[in-house]
C-alpha cells in the first residue's frame, strides 16, 4: 500500500487545514489509519488514529481540534484540523496498519509527509 498527504501549507494561528492521505489499495480491511507528525528537533508523535469500525483516538493537545475520517469508497483517510497553533507546526505522516495499535512501530507502512506550518 502506497500512502500519499496531501493538504500541507502555511496557515495563520486560528485558522483550518484539511489534510488528507490517498491510498494505493483498499483501505476497507486496513485496521487502523494514522496521523503522526514530527516538529523540529522533537520526536515523532501520534495524532490521531481511525480503526477500521469508525473509532478514534486523540492525542491530548489536539482533542476537540483536529478530526480524524476516513472513506473507505474513495481509499482516502483526512485530518480536519481547526484552531491550529504555531505547536502545530510539523511535518505530518499517514500510516496503516494491520493491527488494531497505535504504536508508530507496529504501522507498516508510510506516507513521505506534507509539512504544516502555522504562523503567529
Known amino acids: 500500500v502506497q500512502l500519499v498527504e496531501t493538504g500541507g501549507g502555511l496557515v495563520q494561528a486560528g485558522g483550518s487545514l484539511r489534510l488528507s492521505c490517498a491510498a494505493s489499495?483498499?483501505?476497507?480491511?486496513?485496521?487502523?489509519m494514522g496521523w503522526y507528525r514530527r516538529a523540529p528537533g522533537k520526536e515523532r508523535e501520534l495524532v490521531a488514529v481511525?480503526?477500521?469500525?469508525?473509532?478514534?483516538y486523540y492525542e491530548d493537545s489536539v482533542k476537540g481540534r483536529f478530526i480524524v475520517s476516513r472513506d473507505n469508497a474513495k481509499n482516502t483517510v483526512y485530518l480536519q484540523m481547526n484552531r491550529l497553533k504555531p505547536d502545530d507546526t510539523a511535518v505530518y505522516y499517514c500510516?496503516?496498519?494491520?493491527?488494531?495499535?497505535?504504536?508508530?512501530?507496529?504501522?507498516?507502512?508510510w506516507g513521505k509527509g506534507t509539512l504544516v506550518t502555522v504562523s503567529s
Open positions: 481511525i480503526y477500521s469500525d469508525g473509532t478514534t
Open positions: 500510516a496503516s496498519s494491520w493491527l488494531w495499535t497505535i504504536l508508530p512501530e507496529q504501522m507498516d507502512y
Open positions: 489499495g483498499s483501505i476497507e480491511s486496513i485496521d487502523a
